[in-house]
């Protein structure tokens, strides 16, 4: 029969009170696999009372996976677990020690997601200075074309585009403060979609607006959240078929404004799009994986947010929720 240390005094009594006085769970299993004792942190740890006293099923009803070669244990519960053993004398059976280091295994974990941010922060920045040069030097040339040539606006919008994104780089690297303002996301996304027709003439760009949306002003960093939506509304463009058509929807619901840009592709399976919105992970042969995970950010500076539905072979919609204020001029 299971005993806890808080039972009745017995002649096992300085074994109890040794127990008691240990910070960490303690388990003792006979040489048959059943639990003889514990005490009150094991069972807090693995809810004992209301086990099996069969050490093989707490186990199994309780541990989620075994990691380090074997010296820790991810409870189902969340929690990581220092695990080790111990046999008894003359084979009696086995005692089991639980150390709870779920706050020291979380401190190291945020302690190396800083230090990569750190480094991915560092090679930003490197590589945004080396790119600056080859751009400056382009940016000459094309500011170099006749002004009424058709071609010289065409060329030296996207140049600019990314010489903007290249400085918010930058700005981020160095921590500075990007300078805020109001706008209004619809005429924003009719300017922007004018851009596209030209880029791209075979793809049909439906926006669809409800009442009121023209006049829902957004408040942030315009080239970071354009730059968001550029993203989107590309890879929309790269997941539909030749002749293309994707519809970017306004509404207003609640206190959100959102955004939703509908492509018609070969959609997101399930696994990817558990997968889709960390940093690194790409199904592009040449992509980067930082796009959607960019965006995300940039959405959540501004306190909103991202979502993604999608069925596959049938359709992709990815949704922007900002909040928003309304414009009573």
């Not at 186990?59 to 989620?64: A, E, G, P, T």
């Not at 922060?121 to 490197?126: D, G, I």
């Not at 996304?189 to 957004?218: F, R, T, W």
Request: charged share 20%; proline share 3%.
């Amino acid at each position: 029969m299971q005993t806890m240390i808080t039972s009745p005094k017995t002649n096992r009594e300085p074994l109890y009170d040794w127990l008691e006085s240990i910070p960490a769970g303690v388990i003792m299993i006979t040489a048959e696999g059943m639990i003889d004792l514990y005490n009150k942190q094991a069972q807090e740890m693995l809810g004992l009372e209301k086990m099996s006293k069969d050490w093989s099923e707490v186990l199994r009803q309780n541990v989620k996976e075994i990691v380090n070669e074997g010296n820790y244990i991810c409870l189902k519960s969340g929690h990581t677990v220092l695990f080790k053993t111990q046999s008894l004398p003359n084979a009696k059976g086995q005692l089991v020690l639980l150390v709870d280091e779920t706050e020291i295994h979380q401190s190291n974990l945020c302690t190396m997601q800083l230090q990569k941010l750190d480094s991915i922060e560092k090679l930003s920045a490197s590589l945004a200075h080396q790119l600056r040069t080859p751009l400056s030097t382009a940016i000459l040339y094309a500011s170099s074309l006749p002004l009424d040539s058709s071609y010289q606006a065409k060329i030296m919008k996207p140049l600019l585009l990314i010489k903007q994104q290249i400085d918010d780089v930058l700005m981020v690297c160095k921590g500075q403060e990007k300078m805020i303002e109001n706008m209004f996301i619809y005429d924003e996304l009719q300017k922007m979609l004018m851009d596209y027709q030209q880029l791209h003439p075979g793809v049909n760009i439906e926006l669809n607006s409800e009442k009121n949306c023209d006049k829902a002003i957004i408040i942030g960093h315009k080239a970071s959240l354009m730059g968001a939506l550029m993203n989107i509304i590309d890879n929309a463009i790269q997941a539909g078929k030749q002749q293309t058509f994707i519809e970017i929807n306004l509404q207003l619901i609640g206190g959100e404004l959102s955004i939703a840009v509908k492509d018609y592709g070969k959609g997101i399976t399930q696994d990817e799009l558990i997968r889709i919105e960390k940093p690194f992970y790409t199904t592009k042969e040449n992509g980067t994986g930082l796009g959607l995970s960019i965006a995300k950010s940039i959405l959540e500076a501004h306190q909103g947010r991202l979502a993604i539905e999608s069925v596959e072979n049938n359709y992709t919609i990815v949704s922007l929720y900002l909040p928003y204020s309304i414009w009573n001029g």
